[in-house]
């Protein structure tokens, strides 16, 4: 059993959680990850506006500066478009410049935008001058777990449940997609909303993730004490997918006490209880605590990884089940709201690359609107493996359990055509979510400028033929079709006056085609 803590102890490794060490291990040469962006296909990369030699803050007014150090400087920012709410992340380019923070921040941009899940933050926009290097996040508005935990308190077990299958769902689809987090603390999952007194969270931290090729890998980072998993300790330090279960662990366990598992007064005293899986679930409040729960927790801490769960084993546990987990997260207010979710999928046909590109870049930006979640829900509600991807089965399964009346099989197939624009085999969380919402959301005149002047790469004020082929080359180029004609039907689609320019007043003009 661990060492109690004290209320200022406890509030004091509160404070300090989630902050990454940088423990240098003696000559382990490590290969930085190369991440290969999918050709021919749209991925969340494609749509971060990309500025170099320019100031954010032409685009951005900044609020109040939330944290500040040597060479880096984090602020709450409001796009002077949209005035939505954003998270700056800037670092200043100086001879003293630290090379190993610019590696984090450059690999965490790298994972994010690979990234497409409700969960998870999104990257909006990247700005590099020869002055600082920005960019520009999703801003969760009720802080972190652990501000929520310092200021309330430990959880009770419905919304620890709550929370932890929206972890364990964001971790699986990581996972799924070769991605180790390695920065899993209470400190970097974020909160975006509290409704009916239950967080809606996100992973907010990505920076000492990586793309894992084998089983395991070496690293150079080591992370804070307790989240540090037993392979860590004992194995040579490798992490493995398996490792970022344990952190699950620790934070299950944070969620339900808000003291760490693993006491001792001195790190090694820790190391070894964490080795001999040494933590308290027998005094409050762990003696009120379910035998589902503890089960679970004892499994997520094994030392041994072989014998935790993987994520997508752990969301089908039963505490999730008793607790109604799935179901609160996925449960739309109203059946008539996934029935017009559908419906707008369905009515989701013969529109152009180019419209479906703006939906989905506003889509990316608007992720937090009401009619974007319910959508979110609907897409893991039929994504049944959790893998952030719904196959073809899986969305006329889906379709025909949320629908009064079952979908024939040929108008499903046209209609998972119109869906998977890339041609990828399977609908991705944002193409979902673009055919579904209700449209008129995103009409209103600036927030059709934010659309238009992300493809106004120069800052014109008009979108030429060049730009239109920086965007869509890639997405045309299937080997069969002549791409010069095909980039030039998207542009005279748009381009009323035949100038071969699309000004402001034709792009509203097209976009607006989608209400009518």
Known sequence: MGANNS???????????????????????????????????????????????????????????????????????????????????????????????????????????????????????????????????????????????????????????????????????????????????????????????????????????????????????????????????????????????????????????????????????????ILNENYDLETPPFDKISPECKALLSRLLMSNPDGRPSAEEALKDSWFIKNGSKSLFYSISRSSTSEKLINNIKNYNNISIFKKFSIQYLIHNFPQTTDVKNAAKLFYRIDSDGDGKITKDELYKGFNENLMNKINKKDFEQIFQNLDINNSGFIDYEEFVAAAVNKNLFMRENILYMAFKFFDKDNSGEITLDEIEMMFKEAVNDGKNDVHNELKKIMDEVDLNLDKKISFEEFGIFMKQLIK
């Open 7 to 273: 209320k200022e102890q406890i509030n004091e490794d509160l404070r300090n959680l989630g902050k990454q060490e940088t423990e240098k291990i003696e000559e382990i040469p490590v290969e930085k990850p190369k991440i290969e962006e999918k050709k021919n296909i749209i991925s969340p990369n494609n749509f971060i506006y990309k500025s170099c030699n320019s100031d954010p803050k032409k685009d951005y007014d900044i609020i109040k500066t939330l944290k500040e150090g040597a060479y880096s400087e984090i602020n709450l920012v409001e796009n002077k478009l949209s005035k939505m709410k954003c998270i700056m992340k800037s670092i200043t380019k100086t001879n003293s410049f630290a090379k190993d923070e610019e590696d984090m921040l450059d690999n965490e941009l790298k994972i994010l935008s690979l990234l497409d899940h409700p969960n998870i933050i999104n990257v909006y926009a990247l700005y590099s001058n020869e002055d600082s290097y920005s960019y520009i996040t999703e801003y969760c508005q009720e802080g972190d777990l652990n501000e929520q935990l310092m200021n309330k308190g430990a959880y009770d077990e419905r919304k620890a449940a709550y929370i932890m299958f929206q972890i364990f769902s964001a971790v699986n689809y990581c996972h799924k997609n070769k991605i180790i987090n390695r920065g899993l603390t209470i400190e970097n999952i974020l909160i975006s909303e509290i409704k009916n007194d239950l967080p809606y969270i996100k992973l907010g931290y990505f920076g000492t993730s990586f793309l894992a090729k084998k089983n395991a890998i070496k690293i150079k980072n080591v992370p804070k004490i307790y989240y540090e998993p037993p392979e860590e300790i004992s194995l040579g330090h490798k992490y493995i997918d398996k490792s970022d279960i344990w952190s699950c662990g620790v934070i299950l366990y944070f969620l339900l006490s808000a003291r760490p598992p693993f006491g001792g007064e001195k790190e090694e005293e820790r190391k070894k209880n």
